[in-house]
């Protein structure tokens, strides 16, 4: 397995965890992913609106990202345009993983606990402008916004009330 994979690995399960610790599912994304979207999380509320989805497009790095409070990541065109659109059914989000340098840090195992290294940023690209870019445009997600337990749940509970992310 090539280090890409073993990251792209880390990072699905790194959101299942916290999925599934919020109570929420997790479906695959589209096949082929031609729409930029690796799982989404599914749900149950109720609210405005039932049964909320929420689409994820994941990225997984070693490379540190943080300076001054901001996270900073080149995302692939691509991904950026695919992200920032306005007509989608389903909400769309990026959601970043950054791990250690060396894959044998990002797991620890204890007989009590299981502990994930490092930590995940996510951010709505919904309705940013063209960015003119030909390969990548770098996305700038404030440090406090990072995924958790209670910012899945917070997100989940927005959606199902027609609330914009």
């Known amino acids: ?6 990251k792209r690995a880390f990072s699905e399960a790194w959101l299942r965890a916290i999925v599934a610790t919020a109570g929420f599912g997790v479906q695959n994304g589209t096949t082929p992913d031609d729409q930029s979207v690796d799982l989404t999380v599914t749900s149950t509320l109720n609210g405005v609106s039932r049964n909320p989805r929420l689409d ?16 900073k990541f080149p995302l692939p065109q691509n991904n950026y345009d695919d992200l ?15 791990v250690p340098e060396d894959p044998a840090e990002w797991l620890l195992h204890h007989s009590e ?10 951010y709505s ?9 030909g390969t990548s445009t770098t996305i700038e997600i404030p440090d406090a916004q990072r995924l958790t337990v209670a910012s899945l749940r917070d997100m ?10």
């Open 1 to 6: 397995m090539t280090q890409n994979e073993q």
């Open 56 to 71: 994820v497009q994941l990225k997984c790095t070693k490379d540190d990202l943080l300076r001054d409070g901001t996270a």
């Open 84 to 98: 920032r659109d306005e007509n989608t059914a389903v909400p769309k989000i990026l959601i970043i993983v950054q």
């Open 113 to 122: 606990k299981l502990e994930m290294y490092r930590r995940a940023w996510w």
């Open 125 to 133: 690209l919904k309705g940013l402008p063209e960015s003119g870019n």
């Open 156 to 165: 989940m509970n927005r959606l199902a009330e027609k609330q914009t992310l």
